[in-house]
């Protein structure tokens, strides 16, 4: 058996754990091609092939060592990994470092939009969110997309980084799994799905056609709103409406609860095929 | 046209605001019969004919008194409103308060839970909450819960309070209009659903029957545990276990969705009847 691999850092000053210093604070500003992981289960996912991130380094503290450090050891080519005590990680991240696992990821070259559809005649099913900047519900909608089976996510300039720490969380770690790309406009995304032979379908309470009544298209591209003002009335002109069957009364749901509504009669179907 | 009723307050320490006090800080010890409510939409559901719950007192900001004290003012027994400026309020509260609508309304009795569930043999829609403690998921349940129709939403013992002020806001206001009531214990829930005709559900990954494939019951109990431990194994003995559908591989859904999923398929069940 080799040696543990990791370094032991005392200083919360030490320029090796400058990625992690004030955590919260940093969020706000962004980090410029690096992220922020939390907690065992999203560590695991991002060091396991399900991820295509790079991990720059690990900062555990001494408890988690002996069940993560054997992991990390049996790695090709591991990340540097540093241990420092629970205290010395507050004090670096800004607050109190409860789970004891940190890790900063390397975002890399962001992919084609393009690149994530596949190619038709195939099943498609792939999630485009409008102007969603709710990291909650950005993160959930990733959650979804992995349940039931997307195969990427579209976002257009306004929605959130699904890389922001707390997107990642709610995410279950699936921000770093399924695959997403940036367009540059919602009108971008229409245009894709037009040229991939996807049909656009815009979720909204205002139309008659519901979700579970009608034919599915085997190639679909499903478009999210935010909860307030939902898709825009121009870019709905050119997609097909689809509601979520409600009570009578009521036309409100969160977007990621119908973003799985709306992916797991989409899976229904492809099964079905 | 009357005189404002809204009676303006400067000093933070007024007694009259006492219930308005260290918002944050009470809500960890609970305020015993009170809870507090934030905003206008939830404001508005609460003075509605949908909430069942009293409102003790409302406290604006002076630009939110025009809109919100009016409506106040034609109630036949309106509460006291008092007006405090945004830095009074924040004061008060220990946060700012960038809404600057507050309420505080009472718990009154809780109802006896058999009294919520529709006699047999109208059909009835009953959510079994077991061991929620997490109050974005009980909220968004509640939210769920009123989108798609349940009749009642029915509490073990250690889920958490739905009237806590996250849970309200997270719910949309629902908690304070769909009829929620707690027993004992998890059994407490079965014995009840055996007693009023109710096929108990148990919604878990870990079973094959898929919920869009099978024959629902009219009269269901659908049961949801945490996300991590789901139901304890002795209580789904005894129910009907069913699962949602998904990806190859992934058996991780957040609980409010399943939630959500499941009491769609009941929904749609239901207006097929």
Do not use: W
């Amino acid at each position: 058996m080799s040696a543990s691999p990791a370094i032991t850092i005392d200083d919360p000053a030490d320029p090796r754990l400058a990625p992690y210093a004030s955590i919260r604070e940093r969020d706000l500003v962004g980090r410029r091609g690096r992220f922020i992981v939390e907690g065992e289960v999203t560590l695991r996912l991002m060091l396991s092939p399900a991820s295509r991130f790079r991990v720059e380094s690990i900062l555990l503290s001494p408890e988690r060592l002996p069940g993560l450090g054997d992991l990390i050891e049996t790695m090709p080519a591991p990340p540097p990994v540093y241990c420092a005590s629970r205290a010395v990680m507050g004090a670096v991240a800004g607050f109190p470092m409860h789970r004891g696992v940190l890790a900063v990821g390397l975002s890399g070259a962001p992919p084609e939009p393009a690149g994530l559809i596949p190619p038709a005649p195939a099943p498609a099913t792939v999630l485009g969110l409008v102007g969603l900047t709710n990291h909650d519900n950005v993160g959930g909608l990733f959650r979804n997309a992995a349940a039931f089976g997307a195969d990427a996510v579209l976002l257009d300039d306004a929605t959130c980084d699904p890389l922001y720490r707390k997107a990642i969380r709610v995410s279950a770690g699936a921000a770093l799994t399924v695959p997403f790309a940036r367009t540059a406009s919602p009108q971008a995304l229409l245009d894709l799905a037009a040229r991939h032979d996807l049909v656009s379908l815009a979720m909204t309470p205002g139309t008659e056609a519901d979700i579970a009544d009608i034919a599915l298209p085997a190639r679909a591209l499903v478009l999210l709103g935010s909860e307030g003002p939902g898709l825009p009335p121009d870019l709905m002109a050119h997609c097909q409406r689809i509601r979520i069957g409600m009570a009578a009364g009521f036309d409100s749901l969160n977007v990621a609860t119908a973003g799985a509504i709306a992916l797991h009669h989409l899976l229904r179907r492809r099964c079905r095929l």
